[in-house]
């Protein structure tokens, strides 16, 4: 288990070198010049020269990059043209926000997804099947934003039930100590902050569920549906056990290799922060920030991003490819 643990580390390093040159090069092509943003289109050539040899944009590409990863394999992930706040910082500050986020949004999924999906296959072609295949077709298919836009609406417009953006109300008197203000809330007894930040966590959390929900009850349903025509199923029955029983604890149990595999690629998504949510909601995770330094052509701050993002993905699919050992004791990592 070491040595997979190990090489799969090692793996990392060629996977990020790859990504760290696809995004510089990427970023390069889009149209735009982060001296003429900062200074505006009345600067005068002399100034935006100026500016772009102080930020060091004026030198070949191939000189910029080999420079970004030299400070990229000594941990430095750079400093924000825009900001001058370095790119670490940010994320220390921003992380917390998506992680929060993606936590919640993945427990609404797994509540939800895998109980639907369960029920969907024990319950083949019936209407509660059709219901449950109907309704995860549907949260596939519904475009995020217009999903969020449409809860603001409804619920922070017209009914005033719930707030439309931010993490915690303006005039909250409310000190994060680790960033995550769930945590915070409970660490110092606030139970008025707890209740601020869950409502504020509602939305934004309802309509990042809405796509691993979705895909995670699909799933859950195929996967049962195979596990219950195994013929270990059948005897279980013959042998008298509760249908509760033979579901819970022979199929289900059978059935989650597939579906940890997806729990671990979509929660990495939303780890990487969910751009069209955040941006909605005016979340200040990971997702909008990486999005505000793309329209101000604020490379470090995108080409950091990116790399951490890529990293966060990779080891949180490291973590599920270990799991499988425990769901199935023939798996074995050698």
Known sequence: MGRYILRRLLQLVPVLLGISLLVFAFLHLIPGDPAVTMLGDRATPDAV??????MGLNEPLPLQYLTFLGNLLRFDLGTSIF???PISKEILQRWPATFELSVVAMAIALVIGIPAGVVAAVRKNSLVDNLAMGGSLLGVSMPVYWLGLLLVYLFAV???????????????????????????????????ALGDVLSHLILPALTLSTIPLAILARITRSAMLEVLSQDYIRTARSKGLKEFWVI???????????????????FGTLLGGAILTETIFSWPGIGSWIYG?????????????????????????????????FLDPRIQYK
């Not at 009914?159 to 953006?165: A, F, N, V």
């Not at 409310?174 to 960033?179: S, Y």
């Open 248 to 266: 819970g604890k022979h199929a289900l149990k059978n059935a989650m290799l597939p579906v940890v595999t997806i729990i671990g690629l979509e």
């Open 83 to 85: 900001t001058g706040v």
């Open 49 to 54: 020269e100026k500016l772009r040899e102080r």
């Open 293 to 325: 330094g793309i329209l101000q052509r604020d490379y470090p701050v995108v080409q950091g991003g990116v790399v951490f993002v890529a990293f966060v993905f990779v080891l949180v699919n490291l973590i599920v490819d270990l799991s499988y050992a």
């Open 158 to 192: 017209n009914l005033q039930w719930l707030p439309p953006s931010g993490r915690i109300g303006i005039n909250a008197s409310f000190a994060p100590i680790t960033g995550f203000f769930l945590l915070d809330s409970l660490i110092q007894g606030d139970f008025k």
